[in-house]
């Protein structure tokens, strides 16, 4: 079992900043498993925002992006801390949704929520005009 825990949400006006972490823990969690953020606003469905996955060799690890928020956030890990971090810059209103991290092992289809067997609580994330 793997458990996730996020935090860093938050009130922030329009073209602000946050940054999301997102603890793991669990006998079997690994630095080889793939750590996705997704996001769902009222009413609309849960949905793919960034993701990373290990290359297979060494410390490379590759991001993927939603294009909605490609050039926006940076998503990134610490191994040492089974931690994965979310910067969000130049927030827009439209960003206003929970946010909820989601670990699995590869391979996966990393912009899917079926691919992911485990989920974190949610933060709330609310960008102002």
């Known amino acids: 079992q793997v458990q996730l825990v996020e935090s860093g949400g938050g009130l922030v006006q329009a073209g602000g900043s946050l940054r999301l972490s997102c603890a793991a823990s669990?006998?079997?969690?690994?630095?080889?498993?793939?750590m996705g953020w997704f996001r769902q606003a009222p009413g609309k469905e849960r949905e793919f925002v960034a993701a990373?996955?290990?290359?297979?060799?060494?410390?490379?690890?590759?991001?993927h992006y939603a294009t909605g928020v490609k050039g926006r956030f940076t998503i990134s890990r610490d191994n040492a801390k089974n931690t994965v971090y979310l910067q969000m810059n130049s927030l827009k209103p439209e960003d206003t949704a929970v946010y909820y991290c989601?670990?699995?092992?590869?391979?996966?289809?990393?912009?899917?929520?079926?691919?992911?067997?485990?989920w974190g609580q949610g933060t709330q994330v609310t960008v102002s005009s």
């Open positions: 669990g006998r079997t969690f690994s630095s080889t498993y793939a």
């Open positions: 990373t996955s290990w290359s297979g060799g060494g410390s490379v690890y590759y991001a």
């Open positions: 989601a670990a699995a092992q590869p391979p996966i289809d990393y912009g899917s929520r079926q691919g992911y067997d485990y």
